[in-house]
Structure formats: structure tokens, C-alpha cells
């Protein structure tokens, strides 16, 4: 190890491909996750927050670390909902796991969907998060893409994930099935 970064550790690695032996450096850190929460009015509860690496305020879904105490993604994924919008809803599915950056980074993000998503409890933000609530239309999250709207690529990710496996969602009129 080389440096301890609180949410992440540098390793360096020399390793040997086929052409040449090199110093390599990784970050390695606990697995992400990230959920949307679908209304159902066919809204997506997603979250705007100030992200310090561009300066600037995301408009994402709820997302974070995976903690040691949580049992699995997806009651990290559940917590994070919860803590970070307030909503709640029913069973959730597994819509997919991506490697972030697997040239750098050791981690992986897990996504999930939460149908019929309502108001449970009062938001609870970490201290350093300040974090508004806004429901937005599924059907509007294709040109929020387009236009850089949403431009967090974990939660394009989500978003390509839904598209690809509930397709039904998107062309739904305006209540889930």
C-alpha cells in the first residue's frame, strides 16, 4: 500500500504482461451501489447534490459506498435510499454490476430498482452532503442524458441498465404497470 485515502487505498503492483514487466498502480476500495427509486407515478426520485471532484451540482440517484455493516449491495443500496431521499419501496431487483474503471480501480458498482418508491422517513444525509429531492419523469431521463443533464456515469449506467432490461418502463404512459 502506498497511500490511505479514507475512501480508497493506492497500491502499487509490479506486474508482467507479455511485452514487459511495469510498476502499476490501483485503487482499491469497497464496492459501490446505486438505486432508482420509481414512483408509481412513473416518477424517478433522484437526488441534487454538490460533487466536489467537478464543482458543480449532479442531479443523480441515491448512491454510495457499500459498508462493511451492510449485509449486501442491496441493503446498502436500500440504506442509501433511505438516508439520502427518505423514499422507501418494495422488493428490490437487481438490474446489474459494472467495473467502474477496471485499468485503475478494483471496486465495482452494483444498480438496483425500487418500484412503487413513497415517502417513508426523514431524509438523513451524511454531514458532508447536502442533498435536495426531486422527482422527475422517467420518460424525460433519455434527454436529460442527451443534454448532460445527468452526466454521473455510474447513474448512466443504472439508467442503460433499466433501459435495457424494463424497456416496458420507459414506454409506459404516465403509472408503472
Known sequence: MVQDCRVFTV???QRRNHRRRGTFYVLQ???WCNIIPLTAENEVVMIEQFRHGTRDVTLEIPGGIVDMEDVSPAD???REMREESGYDGDALEELGIIAPNPAIQSNHCHSFLVRNARPATAPRP???EEINVRLVPLRAVPQLILDGVIDHALVVVAFSYLFLRR???????????
Open 29 to 31: 476500495g469497497a464496492d
Open 76 to 78: 446498502a443500496a436500500r
Open 11 to 13: 497500491h502499487q503492483h
Open 126 to 128: 451524511d454531514d458532508e
Open 167 to 177: 424497456p416496458d418502463l420507459l414506454n409506459a404512459n404516465d403509472v408503472t404497470q
